[in-house]
T-cell receptor, first 114, second 114 residues
Framework: GAVVSQHPSRVICKSGTSVKIECRSL??????MFWYRQFPKKSLMLMAT?????????EQGVEKDKFLINHASLTLSTLTVTSAHPEDSSFYIC??????????FGEGSRLTVL | AQSVTQLGSHVSVSEGALVLLRCNYS??????LFWYVQYPNQGLQLLLK??????LVKGINGFEAEFKKSETSFHLTKPSAHMSDAAEYFC????????????FGQGTTLQVKP
């Protein structure tokens, strides 16, 4: 089956630094990718829709200047958490949409901000 | 707007017993419905999906779900639980705009007791 890879799987950073998380579709092209945030014992909250070659579409309440999304190629979307603070600590999951309408999820990236 | 409700945030069964995880949806258009499983610190894995056609859908690992329009339900079942089934399960509905966005339920933690 199709594979979506996220990197890094775990990252620990100091408060005030920026962290970039990559989401790659390894064997298919994805014009659309999605970024989710998951709090402990909670469901997935859609943060934004990442569109190749255009600006991301953010969900209501998500700070676009805090969570920068770039979808520079058909196989790569990046989420940058800028000036991270402890409250940004979370599990971030991406998904990529294949042409046939199938959605594939990455393994997730756990961010811990000290 | 679509929505998904999973009844029971925590379900506990004995090994070998029937697994029943409940999901009800709300949708103004014929829904596309999904069940995903998530193991600790991992992404989501698709168990099964309903789009059109046969209302009884068989998935991986012995799981199946039945789409019941009259009850607006899409409950997940497995005849005999294995210890390895212990995980978080999410029901989801695709947003009607067909952008690929998924709206997730709150999740159900399945515990399997020996």
């Amino acid at each position: 089956g199709a594979v979506v890879s996220q990197h890094p799987s775990r990252v620990i950073c100091k408060s005030g630094t920026s962290v970039k998380i990559e989401c790659r579709s390894l064997d298919f092209q994805a014009t659309t990718m999605f970024w989710y945030r998951q709090f402990p014992k909670k469901s997935l909250m859609l943060m934004a829709t990442s569109n190749e070659g255009s600006k991301a579409t953010y969900e209501q309440g998500v700070e676009k200047d805090k969570f920068l999304i770039n979808h520079a190629s058909l196989t790569l979307s990046t989420l940058t958490v800028t000036s991270a603070h402890p409250e940004d600590s979370s599990f971030y999951i991406c998904s990529a949409l294949r042409t046939a309408g199938e959605l594939f999820f990455g393994e997730g990236s756990r961010l811990t901000v000290l | 707007a679509q929505s998904v409700t999973q009844l029971g945030s925590h379900v506990s069964v004995s090994e070998g017993a029937l697994v029943l995880l409940r999901c009800n949806y709300s949708s103004s258009v014929p829904p596309y419905l999904f069940w995903y499983v998530q193991y600790p610190n991992q992404g989501l894995q698709l168990l099964l999906k309903y789009t059109t056609g046969a209302t009884l859908v068989k998935g991986i690992n012995g799981f199946e779900a039945e789409f019941k329009k009259s009850e607006t339900s899409f409950h997940l079942t497995k005849p005999s639980a294995h210890m390895s089934d212990a995980a978080e399960y999410f029901c989801a509905v695709r947003e009607s705009s067909n952008t690929g966005k998924l709206i997730f339920g709150q999740g159900t933690t399945l515990q399997v007791k020996p």
